[in-house]
């Protein structure tokens, strides 16, 4: 039976330790399990966190380290095993592919021995490839497995427009859609600020310099390079994003947001995982939504997926 407050976390470096604090942080668990092939990091990370339940502000949540048998009773499993991009590296998820697909091939294996009940939340860079990589490769319910996808990027460019415009970002709504990574793209034709659309606003917000999409397109992809040569790894703003679907799923709110999970012809588009609307509850994955996007957004989602294509064909070649 499904323990719906019961979360593992598969992967203790810097985001698997960031997604557990901030879930803390939301209390959005009655119980945490870390897995990690190093037991020692994976036990030092529970034992700190369990420390935090003492103060008065925090739910008594059990944190502890465990095996993938732990995942035979869980409600949600965030998946974040696997080496990221380090700074100085060249600044492209994809060629990570062939070293991460094989860690979730390793990953998946063992944890459908034990449950395919759990909904699968995948952070594990690049992140489509390995989405489609365990929907694909492994018997388990494909509206179960969600990608994080492209909703940092969301994030990144309703903070980017927030800052031009002075606004609080909760008042920016539109999508980042295609590949969480180089190829993703704002989808302008779905943004509006508080009901004042986007055509005026310059006009409305009496800026004399104007909206410079490009730039603020080269942005959205640049951010996240500045964190990682700047910081060291990004895991802050993933953490709230992985957080965001974890709400949605245990509040079982039917919200739509932007995850990458395999297309199945939307937009023409077969055999690949990307980012697009989709409608997320306590069950899963709900419906995705083939939204009405410019012919140029559209050109860019296809390329996006030619994109990831290659990456995940380029693992089979070297397979082969």
């Known amino acids: 039976m499904v323990n719906k407050g019961k979360i593992v976390i598969i992967g203790t470096s810097n985001v698997g330790s960031a997604v557990l604090n901030k879930l803390m942080d939301f ?71 062939y070293v991460n697909t094989k860690i979730m091939s390793s990953v998946m294996t063992e944890i459908v021995k034990y449950t395919k009940d759990a909904m699968l939340l995948i952070i594990t860079n690049p992140l489509d490839v390995a989405t489609y990589h365990i929907s694909t490769t492994f018997d388990y319910p494909r509206e179960k497995i969600i990608g994080t996808g492209t909703l940092l990027e969301t994030f990144r460019f309703r903070r980017i427009l927030a800052n031009k415009y002075h606004v609080d970002t909760k008042n920016i709504h539109g999508y980042v859609l295609g590949e969480h990574g180089n190829s993703a793209f704002p989808a302008w034709s779905t943004v509006d600020v508080a009901g004042l659309g ?26 996240a390079y500045d964190v990682i040569n700047w910081k060291g790894f990004t895991n802050t703003g993933i953490a709230m994003a992985a957080c ?77």
């Open 198 to 223: 986007l055509e005026h606003l310059d006009e409305y917000f009496h800026l004399t310099e104007k909206l410079d999409r490009t730039a603020v397109e080269k942005e959205i992809v640049q951010v």
């Open 244 to 320: 965001r679907f974890v709400k949605a799923i245990i509040y079982d709110e039917h919200t739509i947001l932007p995850m990458s999970a395999v297309l199945e012809g939307e937009y023409g588009i077969k055999n690949v995982a990307l980012s697009i609307p989709r409608m997320l509850c306590s069950t899963g994955i709900v419906r995705s939504f083939e939204i009405r996007l410019a012919n140029t957004e559209l050109q860019l989602l296809h390329a996006s997926a030619k994109s990831v294509r290659l990456a995940l064909d380029s693992c089979t070649r070297l397979d082969s």
């Open 27 to 97: 209390q959005l668990a009655s119980e945490i399990v870390l897995i990690d092939l190093n037991e020692e990091k994976a036990k030092g990370e529970a034992l700190d966190a369990s420390h935090s339940t003492s103060c008065i502000y925090s739910t008594n949540i059990n944190i502890r380290a465990g095996s993938y048998a732990e995942c035979k009773d869980a409600g949600i499993i965030i998946i974040t095993a696997g080496p990221s991009i380090r700074p100085g590296e060249e600044p492209d998820r994809l060629r990570l592919a």
